[in-house]
């Protein structure tokens, strides 16, 4: 799209959204950037960039970095608004400078889609023009950076009906925590230490190895039960935490006691110790997930507050 069609869309957003000028601002800058920078071409591709800076954006909004977060907001619409340009492409030059000039004559207009978090915002981005005629292209590169834009832009705290369900997942965890829990946790603690004392004994590296990686686990997976110092949403977040490791360790653990049997001759009494000490925990994490309901908010924890983690993910 032809420069002024993006600073278009821009201060279209700006101005549908009520943003602050130097707010609006950043967001043209960022628009017309692109294309300064000739990393060319733009009608195509790009996902990595829109998704990296849709993401960079969310988490400057969440530091109150609302300048850096409309420049890369803004960067990311230009892409965005490229994609959607259904015409002939930038190969048929004069062509193509032609169909941007009717774009850039239509109208603008659409309405944000009421977009709600992290994935269902980057899937939206992505969404591909059904094209045809120039005005139906910028009405939807519109609609497009307008519903992104909402979603990025929308309140860092999940909605009071949703604050409520943490809350109580978070009273749940507290209530579930009893001694018990706490009883078999110490005692399967006990039963990895005597299984890592006793192939310390028959194989100190594989022993220090296996004892480093139980005191890491152990350290980290703690974290499930609840503090009182902490809000109830960190709570909940905590013990996701410690869920998607133990989900990497259900596979990882059994698999290396395999290995480690086989390939070093460990005796296996001392592996088997190990073994059960760790499934002792195992039950205390996914009892403390699933009976304080946590597994149930744990989408609303990531759609509102959490955008962070999208950036291991391209
Ligand atoms: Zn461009």
Request: glycine share 8%; with cysteine; aromatic share 14%.
């Amino acid at each position: 799209m032809l420069l002024q069609t993006h600073e278009k869309i821009a201060r279209g957003i700006g101005q549908e959204l009520y943003l602050k000028n130097n707010v609006t601002s950043s967001l043209v800058i960022g628009s017309v950037s692109p294309d300064s920078w000739r990393d060319y071409p733009h009608h195509q591709g790009g996902e990595s960039k829109v998704k990296r800076r849709i993401l960079n954006s969310r988490n400057c909004h969440l530091k109150n970095e609302e300048t850096h977060c409309a420049i890369e907001l803004g960067i990311a619409f230009h892409y965005v608004a490229d994609r959607c340009v259904s015409g002939p492409s930038s190969r048929e030059g004069w062509a193509h400078t032609n169909y941007e000039r009717q774009i850039e004559r239509c109208p603008l207009n659409g309405t944000s889609a009421g977009l709600i978090g992290r994935d269902e915002t980057i899937n939206y981005a992505f969404k591909k023009s059904v094209g045809g005629n120039p005005c139906t292209d910028l009405s939807m590169a519109f609609e497009i950076c307008l519903s992104v834009a909402n979603s990025v832009f929308s309140s860092k705290f999940p909605s009071p009906d949703i604050r409520n369900m943490i809350d109580k997942a978070g009273e749940n965890l507290k209530k579930h925590a009893t001694k018990r829990v706490y009883f078999v946790w110490f005692l399967a603690l006990i039963l990895l230490s005597a299984g890592t004392f006793s192939i310390l004994t028959l194989n100190p590296l594989i022993g220090m190895l296996v004892g480093l990686l139980t005191v890491i686990i152990e350290f980290f997976s703690l974290i499930i039960f609840p503090v009182g110092k902490f809000t109830s949403y960190q709570n909940i977040r905590h013990v996701h935490d410690v869920i998607n490791m133990w989900k990497v360790l259900t596979i990882f653990l059994p698999s290396l006691f395999i290995l480690l049997s086989y390939m070093f001759n460990v005796l296996l009494l001392s592996l088997l110790y190990c073994f059960f000490g760790y499934f002792l925990q195992w039950c205390c994490n996914f009892y403390l997930y699933y009976r304080s309901g946590a597994d149930k908010v744990g989408t609303y924890i990531f759609w509102y507050l959490d955008w962070k983690t999208g950036n291991e993910l391209n």
